[in-house]
Each structure stands twice: as structure tokens, then as C-alpha cells.
């Protein structure tokens, strides 16, 4: 009884444990799909931005472009030349003709880029009356800078997407080994439930059979004192005829240990 008591509690616990480890599954489950949406909603964020990245790559490889066919024409030893010699004399006819084909030149390849209004005000630099080409340089060189620190801004927030996209990868997966753990600790519990009530039950018809056993020992004991009681009882009447007669041969053999009846 005992035993069944210890095991009926060892039952209780276990049911207690399965039902912890039920909300443990649960809550994980919970927690894996509020993870998985937000690395869908991470993977169609980075996706957005990977193509960002790519068209702002793209517009910037045109412009980069377009800066380093403009700075060449800029710098070319003719175009050089011709500023150098943009005097007021007699041939600055000429010579502002050549300048205006260098600035035509530079700004038909400032035009074949679209998209950023700082190539717009070096281009309407260019259209100017009175236009200093080193500063336009200077504003170009500034330009080319400035694209190298956005493209790596950018590099540097693709890096974090990823990294974190890797991080949630991570932890799905380890989410993933937690049910997988607890779904196995489950069924050991399950299992070890049921032999507990295998047990249980081997133990309680052991106990109706111990019990049937001790029914028919008693009843096997109140025969046997039945039985007894009816041989003493026989014992007693025979001890007492034997003494009648012994009484009676007494009266013939020794009348002396004669005993005359009351």
C-alpha cells in the first residue's frame, strides 16, 4: 500500500512535470513564430535593401563614372592649356570658344547621369557665365568622397543584416533542439508513467490476490477450530465415562476410591 501510495504520487509529479513542460513546448512555439516572422520581415527588409544597395551601386558607378570622364576632360593638357591662357587679349575669342567645347564636353557627361541633385549643381556650375574650374574640381573630388563613405555605410549596413540574419538562423535553430528536447523528455515521462501504472496495477492484484489467500486461510482457520473444539469436547466426554467407569471398578476392586454418584 505503501508502495502504491509512493508510485500514485511519483504519478501525480510526472503529471505535474508533463504539464510544465507542455506550456514550456508552447511558450517556445510562440516565441519560434514570433522569431520567424521577424526573420521574414528581416529577409524582406534586406532583400528591399540589397536591391537599394544595387541601384544606388549602379547610380553611383554612373556618376563615378561621369566624374572621372568629366575631371579627365578638366584636366586634359589642352583644357589646361586654354585656362591658363583666358586673358583679355586680342585671341580670347578663340580661346573661349575651345573652353566653351570643354565645358559642353563635361557637362553632355554630367547629363548622361540621373538621380542625385549634387551632379545637378556641379552641372549648372558648369552652365555658369563666370565659373572657376577648380572649384568645380574641387566639388568633384568632394563628390567622389562622399560616395566612397556612403558606399561604405552601405557595405557596413549590409553587414549587419546579414550578421543579424544569422543570429535569428542561430536561434530558430536552437528553439528548434528545445521542442525537439522536450518533446523527447515528454514521452520519457509518458513512458515512465505508464510502467508506474503497470505497477500500480500489478501491485493491486497482487494485493486482491494476497487478500483472496488470507480469506481462505481464515476460513480454513475456523474449520480447524471448529474441528478442535468438536475433538476437546469428544476428549472431555470420553476422560469422563473413562472415570465412570474407573468409578465402577472401583466399587468391585477398592471400594475405598469408590466415589458414590451425587
Known amino acids: ?24 513546448i508552447d511558450d517556445t512555439l510562440k516565441q519560434l513564430k514570433e522569431d520567424e516572422a521577424f526573420l521574414k520581415d528581416l529577409e524582406k527588409n534586406c532583400e528591399t535593401k540589397d536591391e537599394e544597395h544595387a541601384a544606388n551601386k549602379k547610380l553611383r558607378a554612373q556618376e563615378l563614372l561621369a566624374l572621372a ?3 579627365k576632360i578638366l584636366n586634359d593638357d589642352d583644357a589646361l592649356e586654354l585656362f591658363k591662357k583666358t586673358l583679355p587679349t586680342p585671341s580670347l575669342l578663340q580661346l573661349a570658344a575651345t573652353g566653351k567645347s570643354v565645358k559642353a564636353s563635361a ?3 554630367l547629363q548622361t547621369s540621373k538621380g542625385d541633385f549634387r551632379l545637378n549643381l556641379i552641372a549648372l556650375a558648369l552652365k555658369g557665365k563666370k565659373v572657376s574650374f577648380e572649384k568645380v574640381i574641387g566639388m568633384i573630388d568632394e563628390m567622389v568622397v562622399l560616395l566612397g563613405k556612403e558606399q ?3 557595405d557596413d549596413k549590409k553587414e549587419h543584416c546579414e550578421t543579424t540574419i544569422d543570429q535569428t538562423e542561430d536561434k530558430v535553430k536552437e528553439l528548434e533542439l528545445s521542442i525537439s528536447d522536450l518533446e523527447k523528455a ?34 480454513q482457520r475456523k474449520e480447524e477450530h471448529a474441528e478442535s473444539v468438536e475433538i476437546i469436547t469428544n476428549d472431555g466426554a470420553a476422560k469422563e465415562l473413562i472415570g465412570f467407569a474407573k468409578n465402577r471398578l472401583n466399587k468391585f476392586y477398592n471400594p475405598k476410591l469408590y466415589k458414590p454418584p451425587p
Open 152 to 154: 561604405t555605410t552601405d
Open 107 to 109: 557637362l553632355s557627361v
Open 69 to 71: 570622364d568629366t575631371i
Open 186 to 219: 515528454i514521452a520519457d515521462e509518458k513512458e515512465g508513467i505508464a510502467t508506474l501504472t503497470d505497477e500500480i496495477q500489478a501491485l493491486e492484484d497482487g494485493i486482491k490476490a494476497l487478500d483472496k489467500q488470507v480469506a481462505e486461510a481464515t476460513e
Open 1 to 24: 500500500t505503501k508502495e502504491i501510495e509512493a508510485k500514485t504520487a511519483r504519478v501525480g509529479e510526472l503529471g505535474v512535470q508533463l504539464v510544465q513542460q507542455k506550456e514550456d
